[in-house]
Nanobody, 119 residues
Framework: QVQLVESGGGLVQAGGSLRLSCAAS????????MTWYRQAPGKERELVATISSGGTTYYADSVKGRFTISGSNDKKTVYLQMNSLKPEDTAVYYC?????????????WGQGTQVTVSS
């Protein structure tokens, strides 16, 4: 079955950096788009960055120029390099992949990893 396991979160001061990882299994990683979302307390989950199977990337305006999404087909892992972190980046970060099976859309999520940015 599809499994996504995030790691790399933690506590960092404003201006610092973190790299999140999401290890994937149970599906063909090399042909899958992967997305990072985040959810801050009291707020809705929001898309942070996505990478297509062909390597095309998209970023939310709030992280453009500071975050970089990348993937390794060999390791079946997607990364989120986060630089110049701000307190407003504090959230639980989730890895996601979406599959279309028999006409249905299935979203798969990891357990999330907490990122806390102190001012």
């Amino acid at each position: 079955q599809v499994q996504l396991v995030e790691s790399g979160g933690g506590l960092v001061q404003a201006g610092g950096s973190l790299r999140l990882s999401c290890a994937a299994s149970g599906f063909t990683f090399s042909s899958s788009a992967m997305t990072w979302y985040r959810q801050a307390p009291g707020k809705e989950r929001e898309l942070v960055a996505t990478i297509s199977s062909g390597g095309t990337t998209y970023y939310a305006d709030s992280v453009k120029g500071r975050f970089t999404i990348s993937g390794s087909n060999d390791k079946k892992t997607v990364y989120l390099q986060m630089n110049s972190l701000k307190p407003e980046d504090t959230a639980v970060y989730y890895c996601n992949t979406r599959k279309f099976v028999s006409g249905r859309t299935n979203d798969y999520w990891g357990q999330g990893t907490q990122v806390t940015v102190s001012s």
